[in-house]
Nanobody
Framework: VQLQAFGGGLVQAGGSRRLACADSGRAFYLIDMGWFRQAPGKEREFVATVSYNGGRTNYADSVKGRFTISRDSAKNTVYLQMNSLKPEDTAVYYC?????????????????WGQGTQVTVSS
């Protein structure tokens, strides 16, 4: 599993952004995928997760109804569609992979991590 996240940038409050995370490995269909974020001076926090087959999703309360996680197994890619962005969504966003299929919300549930992509929401 090798993850590369991209799609970050500067966006105005109320706007949208889609992040993507590509896995260059050959077992993408066997792993749960998640997104986390870390704002300056804060701990990394859970954002969303999607099960290996895309059948289940789970979201942090702070993004529920605004963010959507999805995956495309043909492209070995997981997406995070972010709508109605707020300044408090500003953070470095990380994708992560869990081959143990725990469908977890904790950082320690995930084995592999991408390099992070910065999202900045201006007010």
């Amino acid at each position: 599993v090798q993850l590369q996240a991209f799609g970050g940038g500067l966006v105005q409050a109320g706007g949208s952004r889609r992040l993507a995370c590509a896995d260059s490995g050959r077992a993408f269909y066997l792993i749960d995928m998640g997104w986390f974020r870390q704002a300056p001076g804060k701990e990394r926090e859970f954002v969303a997760t999607v099960s290996y087959n895309g059948g289940r999703t789970n979201y942090a309360d702070s993004v529920k109804g605004r963010f959507t996680i999805s995956r495309d197994s043909a492209k070995n890619t997981v997406y995070l569609q972010m709508n109605s962005l707020k300044p408090e969504d500003t953070a470095v966003y990380y994708c992560a992979a869990d081959p143990r299929l725990q469908f977890g919300r904790r950082s320690e549930d995930y084995t592999y991590w991408g390099q992070g992509t910065q999202v900045t929401v201006s007010s």
